[in-house]
């Protein structure tokens, strides 16, 4: 994990996950499957507003981000949606935030964006989590943004459902 990657790169980046980096396939498998059905952004809002009340989510690498309201909207906004490759897969992920970012991992360190604003920002993390999806697993991707200001906390930012099934590549 030396070299930072370029700051572009981190959906890229995904294709090259495989099941070994989360886990054993048996741990993978059970990890990847979630306890949620969610179809729609009424019942993501409910579910992401349930888990907010419950404090800070923390992924396996040790990372603890909060889930703002701002962040609720941000996540199930239209622009969020058109991000993920499937407006299914997204919700299934958004509505099972809690237990796919705990087994997150950041297996890499990236560059800020120098075309976006980032005044206040110490760093934007990229973590990567597996999701069972119609006979798949996916790779999704969260985007945390992590504050320079004291009090302010890191915020989970972003979550993206990739296409690409990593349990060819055990």
């Given at each position: 994990m030396?070299?930072?990657?370029?700051?572009?790169?981190?959906?890229?980046?995904?294709?090259?996950?495989?099941?070994?980096?989360?886990?054993?396939?048996e741990?993978?498998?059970e990890?990847?499957?979630?306890?949620?059905?969610?179809?729609?952004?009424?019942?993501?809002?409910?579910?992401?507003?349930q888990?907010?009340?419950?404090?800070?989510?923390?992924?396996?690498?040790?990372?603890?981000?909060?889930?703002?309201?701002?962040?609720?909207?941000?996540?199930?906004?239209?622009?969020?949606l058109?991000?993920?490759?499937?407006?299914?897969?997204?919700?299934?992920?958004?509505?099972?935030?809690?237990?796919?970012?705990?087994?997150?991992?950041?297996?890499?360190?990236?560059?800020?964006?120098?075309?976006?604003?980032?005044?206040?920002?110490?760093?934007?993390?990229?973590l990567?989590?597996?999701?069972?999806?119609?006979?798949?697993?996916?790779?999704?991707k969260?985007?945390?943004?992590?504050?320079?200001?004291?009090?302010?906390?890191?915020?989970?930012?972003?979550?993206?459902?990739?296409?690409?099934?990593?349990w060819?590549?055990?």
């Amino acid at each position: 994990m030396g070299i930072k990657q370029p700051w572009d790169s981190s959906s890229e980046k995904a294709k090259e996950l495989k099941i070994s980096d989360f886990g054993t396939p048996e741990e993978v498998r059970e990890m990847a499957q979630m306890p949620r059905t969610v179809k729609n952004r009424e019942e993501t809002v409910a579910i992401l507003k349930q888990i907010a009340k419950n404090g800070n989510l923390t992924s396996k690498s040790g990372i603890a981000a909060s889930l703002s309201g701002k962040s609720i909207d941000k996540i199930v906004s239209e622009q969020a949606l058109h991000q993920s490759f499937s407006n299914m897969a997204h919700w299934q992920a958004v509505g099972n935030i809690d237990k796919l970012f705990s087994n997150a991992i950041e297996p890499w360190k990236f560059d800020l964006n120098p075309r976006k604003n980032n005044e206040n920002l110490e760093n934007r993390r990229y973590l990567y989590a597996p999701m069972e999806y119609r006979g798949h697993i996916l790779p999704i991707k969260f985007t945390v943004k992590e504050y320079k200001q004291k009090g302010i906390n890191k915020r989970l930012y972003s979550v993206e459902a990739i296409n690409i099934d990593i349990w060819a590549k055990k």
